[in-house]
T-cell receptor
Framework: NAGVTQTPKFRVLKTGQSMTLLCAQD?????MYWYRQDPGMGLRLIHY???????AKGEVPDGYNVSRLKKQNFLLGLESAAPSQTSVYFC?????????FGQGTRLTVV | SQELEQSPQSLIVQEGKNLTINCTSS?????LYWYKQKYGEGLIFLMM?????EEKSHEKITAKLDEKKQQSSLHITASQPSHAGIYLC???????????FGTGTSLTVIP
């Protein structure tokens, strides 16, 4: 979808390693979200932000941290990766009448 | 999310047939969003409904939101193989800032 870019697209981590996923949007949206998508579980909200400098916990926040230092960027961090965090991660950016997703990050923790 | 129920879970239709997917919320909504996802890909935004009784169309896909703003239906007319994929509804409730999703409806269109 136009306007939301996620990096990286793929990543393999060893258990205990750390990494940061970046979500960038160019639509001046206030609301941004991080989800994980697992087979049979649908999209589950990890953390979200309602504006620059704000963050809040979603449904499955444990093991993840986030930051929104700039309005256009929302970062998702894994401090010590675990195999249970193997998933596809999606970022979303929401405005008044639309909400767009990034193309996803496929993360494997071995 | 248990707060958004989608039905059916899966649907197999012959090309050219019409079909309907439903999305029901336990809460009154500020907005209801529809997306399509192809396997292994991202979510494509289809449309958003905000007003009770609102109806929107995108090509052969029509979505409606009921007057109480708790139930939406997505209707595809004369389905084509290109319509195949997973359809998800998403919602933000009137109270709170979360943005959550149903578990999706898998659509297969047989040529």
């Amino acid at each position: 979808n136009a306007g939301v870019t996620q990096t990286p697209k793929f990543r393999v981590l060893k258990t205990g390693q750390s990494m940061t996923l970046l979500c960038a949007q160019d639509m001046n949206h206030e609301y941004m979200y991080w989800y994980r998508q697992d087979p049979g579980m649908g999209l589950r909200l990890i953390h979200y932000s309602v504006g620059e400098g704000t963050t809040a916990k979603g449904e499955v926040p444990d093991g993840y941290n986030v930051s929104r230092l700039k309005k256009q960027n929302f970062l998702l961090g894994l401090e010590s990766a675990a195999p249970s965090q193997t998933s596809v991660y999606f970022c979303a950016s929401r405005g008044v009448t639309e909400a767009f997703f990034g193309q996803g990050t496929r993360l494997t923790v071995v | 999310s248990q707060e958004l129920e989608q039905s059916p879970q899966s649907l197999i239709v012959q090309e050219g047939k019409n079909l309907t997917i439903n999305c029901t919320s336990s809460k009154t909504l500020y907005g209801l969003y529809w997306y399509k996802q192809k396997y292994g890909e991202g979510l494509i935004f289809l449309m958003m409904l905000q007003k009770g009784g609102e109806e929107k169309s995108h090509e052969k896909i029509t979505a409606k939101l009921d007057e109480k703003k708790q139930q939406s239906s997505l209707h595809i007319t004369a389905s084509q193989p290109s319509h195949a994929g997973i359809y998800l509804c998403g919602a933000d409730p009137i109270t709170g800032n979360q943005f959550y999703f149903g578990t999706g409806t898998s659509l297969t269109v047989i040529p």
